[in-house]
Nanobody, 127 residues
Framework: QLHVVDSGGSLVQPGGSLRLSCAASGFTLGYYAIGWFRQAPGKEREGISC????????NYADSVKGRFAISRDNAKNMVYLQMNNLKTEDTAVYYCAGDNVVCEERHGLEDEQYEYWGKGTQVTVSS
């Protein structure tokens, strides 16, 4: 059975930084594109970033572009989401997901494309 584990969520002040991690159990994360999604209370789940299996291409939602950076270390079977200049509106449960997805400009941020999901990690941005 394949598992994706997302972690690193916490309480942080506006303007602060946080790094989320995504690990895999039971499969090689490097085989798949990875997406990061988030869901705030009362809102639909939003795709915010993805990265190809090789790490050669990434895509970001406008809401996080320039503030968040996705990266991966296939040797460690890990994917990361570095979040800088956090805003209160970034408060949400964050999920990573993996699958054979095309990740490029305007593609890869649709949640229905991903089969393997983590359980989510809470990020709260508040003073």
């Amino acid at each position: 059975q394949l598992h994706v584990v997302d972690s690193g969520g916490s309480l942080v002040q506006p303007g602060g930084s946080l790094r989320l991690s995504c690990a895999a159990s039971g499969f090689t994360l490097g085989y798949y594109a990875i997406g990061w999604f988030r869901q705030a209370p009362g809102k639909e789940r939003e795709g915010i970033s993805c990265i190809t299996n090789s790490g050669s291409r990434t895509n970001y939602a406008d809401s996080v572009k320039g503030r968040f950076a996705i990266s991966r270390d296939n040797a460690k079977n890990m994917v990361y989401l570095q979040m800088n200049n956090l805003k209160t509106e970034d408060t949400a449960v964050y999920y990573c997901a993996g699958d054979n997805v095309v990740c490029e400009e305007r593609h890869g941020l649709e949640d229905e494309q991903y089969e393997y999901w983590g359980k989510g990690t809470q990020v709260t941005v508040s003073s």
